[in-house]
């Protein structure tokens, strides 16, 4: 992928211009500078301006005294700059600025996003050609998720704490989480894993599901034909039983022939096959008269009785009431006694005492009582006319009582004598229920017989699944893979004796379970953090990164940018002295230290000329010209001594700004 870095930028918070790094395209740009001038935040401002997860950068002078951080790139589709906020107190922010064109002037300032971190993975992600699909189908493991821009920087970052180190060997392979993903993208960057083999596999998932949905429904289709051919027979003589078939018919031995017969009890005429109710209509209309009968005659027993009942407490009141006038007549009784008094006319009873006018008053309330008592005994009675009603309502509930009893015999009579016409009734329900099956079986018979169809389906899934399956074989996916290992391990061999290897030419195997090389030494084959001296490891490094580029250039539209940086490489051999430190004289080449640096810018210097403009290398080291000087390739971008990425007034500045 022609991907070019051509500035790096930063945007001050105070009122200045923006610092501007200039890269050069296609040769290898070097950045030389003394300790604590910020070479190593380069490559942490580049990855967090692509879109990285975190920012990374270092906090303290350049995340204080920066707003904004920019890259402006080159590729196919011209010049993109990719600018992102400082995150202040935070991991990150999604806050991006995206701006294409042709040619772009860099801003003085940037003050609003236009974008975001998640839209600018989707334009690298579009600018390298990644494919959308995800490794595996329906998958849920993070590592196993489509190919990202993001996963690509494993390939060309070497920063100072990879890029001779034993134990990892590319960019953030440090972590559970990048360590996976990286070795799931491997076969797909060496091309044995192709956009055309993850587009197979989810075809292939869907017709493995199609396929089993297809299976299953032949096999249940199966089942209930072989179970309904085991049947067929039974069901011809249950036919010839409910008198669909003549009595005469004989059992078919032959598969098609009980078809066909079926076939025609199915298109019976199910009424005409229904017993006729001219033999059994006077039963079944006599029983539906007597049963609205009995109901009717029922109710009238039940109101009859009721009435009694009614009557019976009425007459039990009458009784009660008529008690009471009684006792209240005998004590009225009293007014007989005191006129007998009077007529005796006896001194010695009271009442003759008295005095004429008292005898008078004695008279007049004997009056009053006989008249209260006539009263009394003249109350009517009503026991005479309940009876009377009592008598006539228990002659009518007899009469009603023998008539539900006659309705019950005759019902029963006639419930047994209708037994016949029961059963032709139960026989045209189990007739209908009978063609119903048949029919319904008759259907399925059919979809079975059709399944023909249903079986070429299937055969056509196996052949296309069979196509697929080539496609994403394994075994071929290892072939290619073991095929591309090959020529990378064969570049990288051809690397090594240029470089300060202890073994030059013992051959080596990149191992992607592990993320590592292997020497091969006769009959031993050590992983690199097996095999000692800063020296190796910084050799094998840079053989296998530079191989892994020249792969990559060789392979048409490859997604992987052409460009790699190296942060420090000269660390295994400095401060043994100072690059360049002639305080003891003049700079010794015999120096075998200062040779073994060199050669790495040389060899860098000659892949990027052979790459013919298409592949970039940037280095930040401490190194200056008197080691790398004078060397095809290598360019001088910036020294910086006695300056810094972060120019000084910036500093200056921001400490006497009480912001800080």
Request: aromatic share 6%; hydrophobic share 45%.
């Amino acid at each position: 992928m022609y991907f070019q870095l051509l500035k790096l930028i930063l945007w001050p918070r105070i009122d200045a211009p923006p610092r501007v790094v200039n890269f050069k395209p296609g040769v290898v740009n070097v950045i030389s500078g003394a300790s604590k001038t910020g070479k190593s935040a380069v490559i942490p401002i580049i990855d967090y301006c692509l879109a990285a997860d975190k920012c990374a950068i270092p906090v303290g002078v350049i995340r204080e005294n920066c707003a904004w951080f920019g890259v402006l790139i080159e590729t196919v589709e011209g010049q993109k700059l990719l600018a992102r906020r400082e995150p202040g107190d935070q991991q990150k922010t999604g806050d991006m600025v995206l701006i294409e064109a042709p040619d772009i002037p860099i801003p003085d300032r940037i003050t609003e996003k236009n974008t975001n971190a998640d839209a600018v993975k989707a334009v690298l992600n579009r600018l390298a050609g990644l494919t959308n699909l995800d490794f595996e189908p329906a998958s849920d493991v993070g590592f196993r998720a489509r190919p990202s821009f993001r996963d690509l920087m494993a390939f060309t970052f070497q920063p100072q704490n990879i890029v001779a180190n034993p134990d990892v060997m590319f960019f953030k392979a440090d972590t559970t989480e990048h360590r996976e993903k990286l070795k799931t993208i491997f076969p797909y960057v060496l091309g044995a894993v192709t956009p055309a083999v993850l587009q197979a596999r989810f075809e292939l998932d869907r017709l493995n599901r199609d396929l089993r949905r297809k299976e299953n429904e032949l096999r249940a289709l199966t089942a209930a034909s072989g179970a309904w051919r085991t049947e067929a027979q039974a069901w011809v003589r249950q036919a010839i039983e409910l008198g669909v078939l003549s009595a005469e018919q004989a059992v078919p031995e032959a598969w098609p022939d009980i078809v066909d017969l079926l076939r025609r009890v199915s298109q019976s005429n199910a009424r005409a096959a229904q017993p006729s109710l001219a033999g059994i209509d006077v039963a079944l209309q006599r029983l539906q008269e007597l049963r609205a009968e009995e109901t009717s005659v029922a109710s009238q027993l039940t109101e009859h009785r009721q009435r009694l009942n009614e009557l019976r407490r009425l007459l039990e009141s009458s009784e009660a009431y008529g008690g009471a006038i009684r006792i209240q007549r005998d004590r009225l009784a009293l007014a007989d006694w005191f006129r007998g008094l009077a007529a005796k006319g006896s001194d010695e009873e009271p009442i003759v005492q008295l005095s004429d006018a008292g005898r008078d008053q004695i008279l007049i309330l004997c009056e009053n009582l006989d008249a209260l008592e006539v009263r009394l005994r003249t109350h009517p009675s009503i026991s005479d006319t309940l009876d009377k009603e009592v008598f006539r309502l228990r002659a009518a509930t007899e009469v009603v009582l023998g008539r539900l009893i006659e309705i019950r015999r005759e019902i029963a009579r006639l419930e047994r004598d209708s037994e016949a016409a029961r059963q032709e009734t139960d026989r045209f329900d189990r007739l209908e229920r009978f063609l119903g099956r048949v029919e319904q079986a008759l259907r399925l018979y059919d979809a079975t017989d059709q399944s023909a169809g249903l079986g070429e389906e299937i055969d056509a899934l196996k052949v296309e699944i069979g196509r697929l399956q080539g496609v994403v074989s394994e075994n071929e996916i290892r072939r290619k893979l073991r095929n591309a290992l090959d020529r990378i391990e064969n570049m990288a061999s051809r690397l090594i004796p240029r470089l300060d290897a202890e073994w030059p030419d013992a051959p080596i195997r990149l191992m992607i379970e592990d993320l590592t090389v292997k020497v091969i030494r006769g009959s031993r084959d050590d992983y690199l953090w097996e095999i000692g001296s800063g020296a190796n490891w910084l050799a094998y490094h840079v053989a296998v990164t530079l191989a892994l580029q020249k792969f990559f250039l060789t392979e048409p539209h490859h997604p992987v940018p052409g460009l790699l940086i190296y942060d420090q490489p000269s660390q295994v051999y400095f401060p043994k002295r100072a690059a360049g430190d002639d305080s003891e004289g003049p700079l010794a080449w015999r120096d075998q230290d200062v040779v073994a640096v060199r050669g790495v810018f040389e060899l860098l210097g000659d892949e990027v000329i052979a790459a013919g403009g298409r592949l970039q290398a940037i280095v930040l080291d401490h190194a200056d010209d008197e080691v790398w000087g004078r060397l095809a390739g290598v360019e001088l971008t910036e020294e910086w001594r006695g300056q810094a990425l972060v120019p000084r007034e910036w500093i200056a500045s921001s400490l006497s700004t009480p912001e800080f």
